[in-house]
């Protein structure tokens, strides 16, 4: 399995049927867990960073001579954007030495946001999504993940502010 391949599919995660893209951002959750358990928010921030990186370099060495130019097979992105979409947890966890396990309802929102946010692909989503090549690959899905964590912070907002949970 060649370097681009393992990385864009996530070892193979993007081979799974159906749906994936949805496959890839359940395959996040636990890298994140780990990667916040273990350094905490800076860790799954640079974590992002560089999977947004390897994506981008993974996008154009899969796409190469390739007519399809966003296999769907390739979820790098997914995992890119998931992880975006929990910095709305992960941060104030880290933060305010919150165990991450007690924002479980965090977790499912930043999921359920992303995913809605990736199929969907309303304004600046679809924007990127129309980009030819590996820009607009990975870059859907990180606008994705930033809306997600946007309504995983408003949403959190609410609760916990209006509602008094």
Do not use: N
Not at 9 to 27: D, M, N
Not at 130 to 149: E, N, Q, S, T, Y
């Amino acid at each position: 399995m060649r370097i681009a391949t393992a990385i864009g599919t996530v070892l193979g995660v993007g081979y799974l049927r159906p749906a994936p893209g949805t496959w890839g951002s359940l395959a996040a959750l636990p890298l994140a867990y780990g990667l916040h358990q273990w350094g905490g928010f800076p860790l799954l921030a640079a974590a992002t960073v560089a999977c947004t990186l390897a994506g981008l370099w993974a996008a154009a060495e899969m796409t190469r001579g390739q007519e399809d130019l966003d296999p769907s097979e390739f979820v790098m992105d997914e995992v890119a954007g998931q992880f975006l979409a929990l910095w709305a947890i992960s941060y104030p966890a880290w933060a305010h030495d919150i165990s991450i396990t007690a924002l479980w309802p965090g977790w499912i929102t930043a999921f359920v946001l992303f995913r809605v946010f990736d199929i969907l692909k309303p304004g600046p989503v679809g924007w990127a999504d129309r980009k030819k090549g590996p820009f607009g690959v990975m870059m859907d899905d990180v606008i994705a993940g930033i809306l997600a964590a946007i309504g995983v912070a408003l949403l959190a907002g609410f609760s916990h502010g209006v509602l008094g949970i």
